[in-house]
């Protein structure tokens, strides 16, 4: 039988001081922003972990490597499993993970992790959406997006966009009308880019979450049934192609 049920994968990078944050540790330091960007994932995962006590299932996706004490952290906030992401861009990464989930017949969701301003309630809303329209999208007030959500296969909605830019939604949008999918755009969303973005956060979220003692232990409460759980050989998107 068809598992329909939405699996919510949260996108973060692995706590390398340097490799987080770039536009902000230009303006605030690499120490500082290394700082801020743990502050801002462990923000987002607890805000989103109510799904998993909704029917949902979580996954934490780390562009690089998940070994670090801090990933297992966060993982074990949003109650979900520990994965890492494969692609050469973040695309092809986005793309990998939605096929590793489409091909089982479920719903995927993809989050960002610095998406400060979304909850589980928007992300319950997206997850709603999916059971009627092939693409739930969650802008950001950057031009870019903060969730996107597929009911099936949309491999094109990944190739050819300016990652990194301001018209990345816009591109996004242009795709998924070209193809005649039905769609669902939510509202906007912002995210912590710049030290403006920051103060901004500290305003809106005064309560900055509490590190959590790095000896809890890392345990999955509500796993996914079990499937494959090495990477694709191919890649998804280059076997996509015309």
Not at 162 to 190: D, F, H, N, Q
Not at 211 to 221: C, E, N, Q, S, Y
């Amino acid at each position: 039988m068809i598992n329909m049920t939405p699996v919510i994968c949260v996108f973060a990078r692995a706590p390398v001081e340097g490799t987080v944050k770039k536009r902000l540790a230009r303006e605030i330091g690499e120490d500082d922003a290394f700082w801020v960007y743990k502050k801002l994932v462990r923000h987002t995962v607890k805000r989103i972990r109510p799904v998993t006590r909704k029917g949902l299932f979580a996954e934490l996706w780390i562009q690089g490597s998940p070994d670090y004490i801090t990933c297992r952290e966060w993982a074990t906030q949003l109650n979900g499993r520990l994965r890492q992401q494969h692609g050469a861009d973040i695309g092809a990464a986005m793309w990998h993970t939605a096929y590793t989930h489409l091909k089982f017949g479920r719903h995927v969701i993809i989050v960002g992790s610095d998406v400060v301003s979304i909850d589980a309630n928007y992300v319950r809303e997206a997850a709603t959406h999916l059971e009627d329209v092939d693409v739930v999208i969650g802008p950001a007030e950057d031009g870019g997006y903060g969730l996107i959500g597929l009911s099936r296969p949309a491999p094109d909605l990944f190739r050819g966009i300016p990652w990194g830019t301001s018209s990345v939604y816009a591109r996004t949008l242009e795709k998924i009308e070209a193809s005649g999918r039905s769609m669902v755009s939510l509202p906007v969303l912002w995210d912590v880019d710049t030290a403006a973005d920051w103060e901004r956060f500290k305003q809106t979220y005064p309560e900055l979450p509490i590190k959590i003692d790095p000896r809890f232990p890392f345990r999955l409460t509500h796993p996914l049934p079990e499937d494959d759980e090495d990477p694709l050989e191919e890649d998804p998107l280059e076997k996509d192609q015309p």
